[in-house]
């Protein structure tokens, strides 16, 4: 295997599937080998878009870590069914948690991007313990005021094919349109995600890295999610929520604090 440069972008790696526990086929990418470390992706999005595409998977396995990037249900090559059994509250966590026990993982990393954070603080809630987690294009009230946004992105995908230039809804669904995004399926997994429990918050014990462009308002305050957890550091970055994670500065600061002793 060729070793990875700090700043080489593969953009094309084999996917691996498997079956989540009620048989809905789900898939994953990895890139590099050494410490496993685990990023979930965000909302419409997919582990290329986000982690592969703009050389953050890349940054991260030149430090010397196995990056396991799954496609979340409903997302990317992962199963999109359309029987609303199919999402119970809290389904992307169970996933989340059960990709772990199928890989068996054991002393690993863990973080996500905006949906992938919200996953991972529920992934940390319910039990999973990373020696690291990342919160990425998180703010402490994006983690609690979830109804409104859900609300957004109903609506979005209800105005899919009406709703002009201008409109509020317009950039995200421009981003649906580009991702492919199986609005059914999206639909039924949106109302799925939950407000954090206190608790869950509690639980964020280990060294956790608050990384957030410092035009992104879209969840809120990410310093204020920093002061909120027991042992986190805020790191802001270029850009905006849809522009951060693809600036190398992202990419560098999360390879960085990953590879920190």
């Not at 703010?139 to 979830?146: V, Y």
């Not at 349109?177 to 999206?186: W, Y």
Request: net charge negative.
């Amino acid at each position: 295997m060729r070793t990875l440069g700090p700043f080489d972008v593969v953009t094309e790696l084999p996917i691996h599937r498997w079956n989540a526990s009620d048989g809905v086929e789900l898939v994953w990418r990895e890139l590099g080998e050494g410490r496993p470390v685990v990023l979930v992706h965000g909302l419409f999005s997919d582990a290329v878009t986000n982690w592969i595409k703009f050389g953050g998977a890349a940054a991260v396995a030149a430090r010397g870590f196995r990056v396991i990037m799954p496609d979340l249900r409903a997302h990317g090559l992962s199963g999109k069914p359309h029987d609303p059994a199919a999402y119970p509250d809290g389904i992307l966590g169970r996933d989340l948690k059960e990709l772990a026990a199928h890989l068996g993982l054991d002393d690993y990393d863990l973080g996500g991007f905006s949906l992938g954070a919200r996953t991972t603080v529920q992934g940390v809630g319910e039990g999973l313990r990373p020696r690291r987690a990342v919160l990425a294009g998180m703010g402490l009230e994006g983690l609690s005021g979830w109804l409104r946004r859900k609300d957004f992105f109903l609506d979005a995908i209800a105005n899919f094919d009406t709703t002009s230039r201008g409109d509020k809804h317009w950039l995200a669904i421009q981003f649906m349109r580009t991702m492919k995004v199986d609005r059914a399926a999206a639909a039924l997994l949106l109302p799925t995600f939950t407000d954090a429990r206190p608790e869950w918050l509690a639980a964020f014990t280990m060294p956790t890295l608050v990384l957030c462009g410092i035009e992104d308002r879209d969840n809120g305050s990410a310093p204020k999610l920093a002061d909120a957890l027991p042992d986190a550091t805020y790191v802001s970055v270029p850009g905006t929520h849809m522009s951060s994670v693809t600036k190398p500065e992202f990419a560098e600061r999360l390879a960085e604090w990953l590879a920190a002793p």
